[in-house]
């Protein structure tokens, strides 16, 4: 790309964060709520823009474009994987230093293969989430909220190299975000539901809202946004085969 091309292209990622940031600042809730920027197939040049804005938590989907990203760019990053993690990437991922979590555990057979996985390629225990599907859509990936409990449970129990800290989801796309929605409340229930179940644990994190219903997710509670076109603009409709 031409200089000047890149000079304003770095100015407009600049510009959305600030926007981002402030509409978080002034969404009113008392919670902290970390700001995750999305970055599934931007160049790795777009993620230093908003690194070099302060932006430290970024998320990415597919195991070979975070694997080279995370190679190239700084190693004060923190990652968040928020893809489909099939068995056979596990190591790919986990063996990224500043990989921060997995958000995507979404069955107790992953579970179990990402905490296999972990076994001498990580000091501390991983960071999980656990996806569920609350708007129970046969394509979305993720638990039943009635299961969340189990597969937490067995997460704390049988997988050492795990530390289940938080819960995550999509949501149903196309929802009104002026309007109470019931992903969200769905998976505040099943927060609760596992505080009640498993005491004496540190709070869970909610992972939830992205660039249409960031602040209404905060509003419901999330403490972990996923904010991708909104920062980095419009993506390439088909992803890498992955
Ligand atoms: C792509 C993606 C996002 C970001 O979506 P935007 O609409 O671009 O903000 C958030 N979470 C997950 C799991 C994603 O795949």
Known sequence: MAEQQQQQRRADIIDNLKNVRTAMENAGTSQKTRLVAVSKYKPAQDLLYAYEDGQRHF???????????????????????????????AKAVIGIPNLYVVETVDSIKKANTINKACDGLRSDP???YVQVNTSNEEVKSGVAPADVVNVCKHIIESCPRLNLSGLMTIGMFGRDPNEEN??????????????????????????????????????AGSTNVRVGRTIFGERPKKPTKD
């Open 59 to 89: 998320g990415e989907n597919y195991v070979q474009e975070l694997v080279e990203k995370s190679a190239e760019l700084p190693k004060d990053i923190q990652w968040h994987f928020i893809g489909h993690l099939q068995s056979n990437k």
């Open 126 to 128: 991983l960071r999980v």
């Open 182 to 219: 019931p992903d969200f409340k769905c998976l505040a229930a099943c927060k609760k539901q596992v505080e009640e179940a498993l005491p004496g644990r540190e709070e869970l994190e909610l992972s939830m809202g992205m660039s249409e219903d960031y602040v209404n997710a905060m509003r």
